[in-house]
């Protein structure tokens, strides 16, 4: 059964700073990889996704992620946080049996 | 934009009532979700379903049922409600394999 791990329930950076959020994943098979972010009392919204080919994945407002099959692992970077960055980001990971099984969460803060 | 919808945004409900939280989709899509999640914490998967007729209970425990005579619905019932229910339920679709899954608005629930 597949699974994922997020380190860290709770990463400050200062604006402008460098965000990693980190990610690895349990899964027999070769998985799909997404994040998401949550903001306040919203549904989630996907940041970006990995399926095959390029294991540098760009998605939206800047961010990217690197898929390291050898590290079991999918972090999450940009370069430059910025205020509307802060918000709950959360990684998920489907096998080819379809369940989403996502992590518990990493609520980002950026203090200007 | 994703057209998945959930209602009643908000529900407040006292203990003992049955209730019936909606979920809609018009994307066609054959996987539909229900994910339970607390304030600023995980989601937990409670039910998924792969297609019409088709339903299977998630990860976590719970004592709501769900249907699928639709493509397009997906309602989540909780016969009795109990303040142990209270939370937020989110649904959410997908078309299946690599596609990422498209997130309603939630629904806030309460029992008192």
């Known amino acids: 059964a597949q699974s994922v791990t997020q380190l860290g329930s709770h990463v400050s950076v200062s604006e402008g700073a460098l965000v990693l959020l980190r990610c690895n994943y349990s899964?027999?098979?070769?998985?799909?990889l997404f994040w998401y972010v949550q903001y306040p009392n919203q549904g989630l919204q996907l940041l970006l996704k990995?399926?095959?080919?390029?294991?540098l994945v760009k998605g939206i407002n800047g961010f990217e992620a690197e898929f390291k099959k050898s590290e079991t692992s999918f972090h999450l970077t940009k370069p430059s946080a910025h205020m509307s960055d802060a918000a709950e980001y959360f990684c998920?990971?489907?096998?080819?049996?379809?369940?989403?099984?996502f992590g518990t969460g990493t609520r980002l803060q950026v203090f200007p | 934009e994703a057209d998945i919808y959930q209602t009643p945004r908000y529900l407040v409900i006292g203990t003992g009532k049955k209730i019936t939280l909606e979920c809609s989709q018009t994307?066609?899509?054959?996987?539909m979700y229900w994910y339970q999640q607390d304030p600023g914490m995980e989601l937990h998967l409670i039910h998924y379903?792969?297609?019409?007729?088709?339903?299977e209970k998630g990860d976590l425990s719970s004592e709501s049922t769900v249907s699928r005579i639709r493509t397009e619905h997906f309602p989540l019932t909780l016969e009795s409600a109990r303040p142990s229910h209270t939370s937020q339920y989110l649904c959410?679709?997908?078309?299946?394999?690599?596609?990422?899954?498209?997130f309603g608005q939630g629904t806030r629930l309460t029992v008192v």
């Open positions: 959410a679709s997908r078309a299946g394999g690599a596609s990422e899954a498209f």
């Open positions: 899964s027999s098979v070769p998985p799909y």
């Open positions: 990995y399926t095959t080919g390029a294991t």
């Open positions: 998920a990971v489907s096998d080819q049996g379809d369940k989403l099984i």
């Open positions: 994307m066609g899509h054959d996987k």
């Open positions: 379903s792969y297609g019409v007729n088709s339903t």
